[in-house]
Structure formats: C-alpha cells, structure tokens
C-alpha cells in the first residue's frame, strides 16, 4: 500500500489545517486506515483511525472534539481536519493503514506514508 500525506505546515495556536492521505494499493477490502504523530523526543502515538467497512472512527482523547477524521471512497483519500491547535500538537503526522477491524484502539502492525510536519506556534 502506498500512502502520500499533504496539508503539514506552520499555524498559529487557535487555527486550523487539514490533512490529506491518498491511498492506494491495498490488498484488501477491509482495513483501518487512520492518523499517528510523532513529537521531538516522544515516541509515535495514534490519534485517529477509521474503519474501511462502516466508517466508524476512533479518536485519542488528546484531540477528541477538535480533530475530525472523514473518507473520499472515490479519491481514494482520507483527511484530518485539525481545529483548536495548540503548540503541543506539533509533530510529525503519519497516515497509516493496517488490515483488519478496528477494534476500538490503535495498537497492532500498520504500513506508514513519509509523514508530513504540523508545527503550532504559541
């Protein structure tokens, strides 16, 4: 599976950005494909995830009610819309997929886009 994200970029605390994954590739129809991010220092984290089945989706609790995740069946892409940014959001984001149900969290072996840097200034 290839996985190419877009939207990173410089916003001031409060604002907004929204990025894009475009996928392709996949092996199978049924697959959990969703956002993880990595800050200096810290090890990577899953923030977001959905079900290629029945759209349902998951969310870390430190982005609930700010970062909606949403589908283009038919772009192949998937999307974060990041609102409220604070500086503690600025990390490197990775869209991922994994194959398999979602199960109500983001642990198991998933497949990596190159990531692209989201950076909040305070």
């Known amino acids: 599976v290839q996985l190419v994200e877009s939207g990173g970029g410089m916003v001031q605390a409060g604002g907004s950005l929204r990025l894009s994954c475009v996928a392709s590739?996949?092996?199978?129809?049924?697959?959990?494909i969703g956002w993880f991010r990595q800050a200096p220092g810290k090890e990577r984290e899953g923030i977001s995830c959905?079900?290629?089945?029945?759209?349902?989706?998951y969310y870390d609790d430190s982005v609930k009610g700010r970062f909606t995740i949403s589908s283009n069946a038919a772009k192949n892409t998937i999307y974060l819309q990041m609102n409220s940014l604070k500086p503690e959001d600025t990390a490197v984001y990775y869209c991922?997929?994994?194959?398999?149900?979602?199960?109500?969290?983001?642990?198991?072996?998933?497949?990596w886009g190159k990531g692209t840097q989201v950076t909040v200034s305070s």
């Open positions: 991922a997929v994994k194959y398999g149900m979602l199960i109500g969290t983001m642990r198991g072996t998933w497949s």
């Open positions: 590739g996949f092996a199978k129809e049924q697959y959990v």
């Open positions: 959905i079900s290629s089945v029945d759209s349902t989706t």
